[in-house]
Structure formats: C-alpha cells, structure tokens
C-alpha cells in the first residue's frame, strides 16, 4: 500500500508550539544535546524566529500526515530588524528561513516540498531575496543548493546562503 505524500498548508498562529519543536529540532540536527525549548524561548538569539509569530509579513507552511493530521515538518520565512538579526541575516528585506522536519520523517523528499512551498510563496509575496544560515556538516546544505541557495557569508561553523527570486 502506497503513503499518500504530506501536502504542506499554510502555517498560522495555532502552528506556534509546533514551530518551537521544528525550530528544536534545526537547532539540534546532528543530534547533539543543546538548549531545551524553554530555553529556546528565553534566549533572545533564538526566541526571534518565533517570537509573535505570525508577525506582519512572515508566512510559511506546515506539512501534516495525510492520515493523522499529525504535523511532520515546517518551514517559515521572517523578516528580522537588523538590530535583532538572525544568524542568516543579509539585510532588513530580506527574510530568513527556517526548515525543519521530525526525525523519523527525515530524506524522505519532505523538507523539499516545504521549502518549495515557501519559494513559491515567497515568488508570490514578490520577494526579492531569502536568507538561511547552515552549519558545517548538515545534510541540508545539499537541498539548499539544490534549490539555487548559494552562500554569501560565514560566521563560525556556519555559512550563510542566499536564494534571489525571480519576479
């Protein structure tokens, strides 16, 4: 019997909690023990990919399992003030991604519907320019150059990528 594939929808206000476990799980891709999600919240550097959400102008999508309804994976762009720019940050313009899924729903084609879902909306929403910050070692970095990221900045272990849109 075939799976039928999550379709990712819309993320709105409700989708906050499930936002702050795929921000968890960016966070700690490689498995390494970090910050608790509580401490996620209380941590500036990382409350302000969630804080308010949805804030005027971000959007992004939520990817459910077609038979649960369970949420699997998100993915969400936010427009960060250079005085509280993210670790992706480029310029105040351009908004920066975040893109997680659930471990067990991992290589399995989910985490590129839903930053194609965001591309698409972000084409739709006439942005210009995405942003995302990339540890060294993610898997990741293949699915964001793939889809035209490519980076223009490194701080630490990290790269920053960007993708230009066409209008």
Known sequence: MTRA???PRPAAAADADFLLDILWEAFHWDGRTGLTRR???????TARYLAGWPAPGDFGVVAEDPGTGAPL????????????????FVAPDVPELTLGVL??????????ALLDAVLA????????RLSLSVEDGN???????????????????ADTMVRELTR
């Open 73 to 88: 994976g998100a993915c969400w762009a936010r427009t960060l003030p250079a005085e509280n720019a993210g670790y992706g």
């Open 139 to 157: 898997p990741a970095v293949a699915l964001y150059r793939s889809r035209g990221f490519v980076p223009v900045g490194r701080e630490g272990g």
């Open 103 to 112: 471990p067990d729903h991992r290589r399995r084609g989910l985490g590129a």
């Open 5 to 7: 594939t999550p379709r």
């Open 121 to 128: 909306m972000a084409g739709q929403r006439g942005v210009a």
């Open 39 to 45: 401490q996620l919240l209380e941590d500036p550097a």
